[in-house]
């Protein structure tokens, strides 16, 4: 039995709180939140045995095995960094942190201590994304040419909420944007040239952002995030004989439509069982209970890289967050 606990209590912690109920193995025994009462009513809510009150009292708590950190990503470096001391296992919603620095010093005091740790870019468990990273490898496509993806909300959001303060790392890029950014990086990695454009709002952040990613091998990515309105959240794969379509939403799609060039689409249905975020969860346990220290899907490296190029279209538009 892995014993999680979950750091903080907003939305996105009751979404995984509730597909934790649907992996083999795994069990919810604390909640740490920055108030009793928050703890308390998110742990009765979801079952959880215990609640504290700060982050620091859940991290002590030896009973626990892993925790899942669900705070606003300003949070997350001062959050994880808190587990790690205490030797805890550590899963940290996406993005990592707000910056390539503050991401280093996690991954630094990880390994420094032997402890694992894994961004939760459940995109890159996903089944089905995964079995479309198979096909490409196996020359389904050929060469892929280009990566197309998108992701916009409509809102509105009010000045202090995380989409647009900035003291709570604020912006469609990160919020948003690393999707379409990880997607490209799983299928092309690194590229050799960034070219980036934004609307910026009136608290300095990002509103409706471009990016284009150039390889050498003569691919590119096109890809735009935004928070001004709802975009189709689909994604495109162009290889050299074929391509590969993502319907909406492409970082858990319900079906992926493969053309070969000739002959007709295959469709490969997805298993929509739960919100997708049992499989980042089961990928955690697999590797503790194999004692890795960070997941062959989604490693410490690409979490840099993804920061790195975040930080890269951030210098570009003008966004800074220190």
Same mark, same amino acid.
């Given at each position: 039995?892995?014993?999680?606990?979950?750091?903080?209590?907003?939305?996105?912690?009751?979404? #995984?709180?509730?597909?934790?109920?649907?992996?083999?193995?795994?069990?919810?025994?604390?909640? +740490? *939140?920055?108030?009793?009462?928050?703890?308390?009513?998110?742990?009765?809510?979801?079952?959880?045995?215990?609640?504290?009150?700060?982050?620091?009292?859940?991290?002590?708590?030896?009973?626990?095995? =892993?925790?899942?950190?669900?705070?606003?990503?300003?949070?997350?470096?001062?959050?994880?960094?808190?587990?790690?001391?205490?030797?805890?296992?550590?899963?940290?919603?996406?993005?990592?942190?707000?910056?390539?620095?503050?991401?280093?010093?996690? =991954?630094?005091?990880?390994?420094?201590?032997? =402890? #694992?740790?894994?961004?939760?870019?459940?995109?890159?468990?996903?089944?089905?994304?995964?079995?479309?990273?198979?096909?490409?490898?196996?020359?389904?496509?050929?060469?892929?040419?280009?990566?197309?993806?998108?992701?916009?909300?409509?809102?509105? #959001?009010?000045?202090? *909420?995380?989409?647009?303060?900035?003291?709570?790392?604020?912006?469609?890029?990160?919020?948003? +944007?690393?999707?379409?950014? *990880?997607?490209?990086?799983?299928?092309?990695?690194?590229?050799?040239?960034?070219?980036?454009?934004?609307?910026? +709002?009136?608290?300095? =952040?990002?509103?409706?952002?471009?990016?284009?990613?150039?390889?050498?091998?003569?691919?590119?990515?096109?890809?735009?995030?935004?928070?001004?309105?709802?975009?189709?959240?689909?994604?495109?794969?162009? +290889?050299?004989?074929?391509?590969?379509?993502?319907?909406?939403?492409?970082?858990?799609?319900? *079906?992926?439509?493969?053309?070969?060039?000739?002959?007709?689409?295959?469709?490969?249905?997805?298993?929509?069982?739960?919100?997708?975020?049992?499989?980042?969860?089961?990928?955690?346990?697999?590797?503790?209970?194999?004692?890795?220290?960070?997941?062959?899907?989604?490693?410490?490296?690409?979490?840099?890289?993804?920061?790195?190029?975040?930080?890269?279209?951030?210098?570009?538009?003008?966004?800074?967050?220190?």
């Amino acid at each position: 039995m892995t014993r999680w606990g979950i750091l903080a209590t907003g939305h996105i912690a009751g979404r #995984f709180a509730e597909d934790l109920r649907l992996v083999p193995g795994a069990e919810l025994v604390a909640v +740490g *939140s920055r108030t009793p009462d928050g703890a308390r009513r998110f742990a009765d809510k979801h079952g959880a045995k215990r609640a504290y009150g700060s982050w620091a009292e859940l991290a002590a708590d030896d009973e626990v095995d =892993v925790i899942y950190v669900a705070t606003p990503h300003a949070a997350h470096h001062e959050a994880t960094m808190t587990c790690l001391a205490a030797g805890r296992a550590v899963l940290v919603e996406k993005p990592f942190t707000l910056d390539l620095a503050d991401s280093v010093e996690l =991954v630094e005091a990880a390994r420094s201590r032997g =402890v #694992f740790l894994m961004e939760a870019m459940w995109m890159r468990t996903n089944p089905l994304v995964l079995r479309v990273v198979e096909l490409i490898a196996e020359g389904a496509i050929g060469e892929v040419t280009s990566v197309q993806a998108d992701f916009g909300v409509a809102g509105p #959001f009010p000045p202090e *909420s995380r989409m647009r303060a900035r003291a709570l790392g604020g912006g469609a890029l990160l919020d948003v +944007g690393v999707y379409p950014v *990880s997607l490209a990086h799983l299928l092309l990695g690194v590229p050799q040239h960034v070219r980036a454009w934004a609307k910026i +709002g009136p608290e300095g =952040v990002d509103e409706n952002t471009g990016m284009i990613f150039g390889y050498d091998s003569g691919a590119l990515a096109t890809l735009s995030c935004g928070m001004v309105g709802a975009t189709p959240l689909a994604a495109s794969i162009t +290889g050299t004989t074929g391509r590969i379509d993502l319907p909406a939403p492409f970082f858990r799609p319900p *079906s992926a439509t493969l053309y070969r060039g000739v002959g007709e689409p295959e469709t490969i249905p997805a298993d929509l069982t739960g919100g997708g975020y049992q499989h980042e969860a089961a990928e955690v346990q697999r590797c503790l209970a194999e004692g890795l220290t960070e997941s062959p899907l989604v490693p410490h490296a690409t979490t840099l890289e993804v920061m790195g190029l975040l930080d890269a279209v951030r210098e570009q538009i003008g966004v800074h967050y220190r």
